[in-house]
């Protein structure tokens, strides 16, 4: 399968060693199942300071990115992405339509990817309705700038990538697949200072093991993002594993 092509827009490509340098995204890089470039607008401008920014029309602190740096970067971007296939451009901010693990699954599945990181107060309107796709937000709180938002989605996303999760790992098991919140997990010693791991898990019984950890996970999600619960149908057999959860925890 081609490479799965995202190419970013920042004026401090430097932030995005955290993806391609470490982890699962580090590893999808090398091997091939992820290409990862970043454009700098500072590198479009024709001033001696490689002004990128400027103060807002109407007033008001603050300052907002000029569209010239960011529609170079942003077209010479796109036409990279592009080369590999469809595109979708896409600018990070609180203002976008909130990403969850369904949004990760559609956007996954969508092509290439163009990612603008806007810094300051943002960028000049003039960009997001000529060059922008679509808005998206990582959760309803500001940061300095974009950048760890895209680093977020392209994280997500890079999990998805058919390959790039071991054979020890499974996207499609995740909880989070399933819509429900991940049951606790153990690992060696069997007893942590007096406390023991659930026998069920030291049985080898796989069945039981599975039917544990979903029972867990349905508790979790009902004790903790009810949420969430709500938008799933449930099937008879995790019906009667939150029932049996309920009445276990209120004993
Ligand atoms: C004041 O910052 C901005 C204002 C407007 C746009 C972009 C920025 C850059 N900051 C961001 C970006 C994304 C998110 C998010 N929630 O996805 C949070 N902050």
Redesign the pocket.
Known sequence: MAAKRIALVSIFPEMFAALTDYGISGRAVKDGLLEVRCWNPRDFTCDRHRTVDDRPYGGGP?MVMLAEPLSQALREARSWAEEAGATRSI??????RQ?DQSGVEHLSQSGNLVLL???????DERIVESLIDEE???????????E??AM?MVDAITRLIPGALGHDQSAVEDSFAQGLLDCPHYTRPEDYQGSRVPEVLLSGNHEKIRRWRLKQALGRTQQRRPDLLEKLALTPEQTQLLDEFLQESST
Do not use: F, H, N, T
Request: proline letters at 3%; hydrophobic letters at 40%; charged letters at 10%.
């Open positions: 603050g600018y990070l901010s609180p203002q976008g990403l990181a806007g810094r300051y107060e943002g960028v998206w937000s990582i959760g309803d709180y500001v940061l300095s700038g974009g760890l938002a977020v």
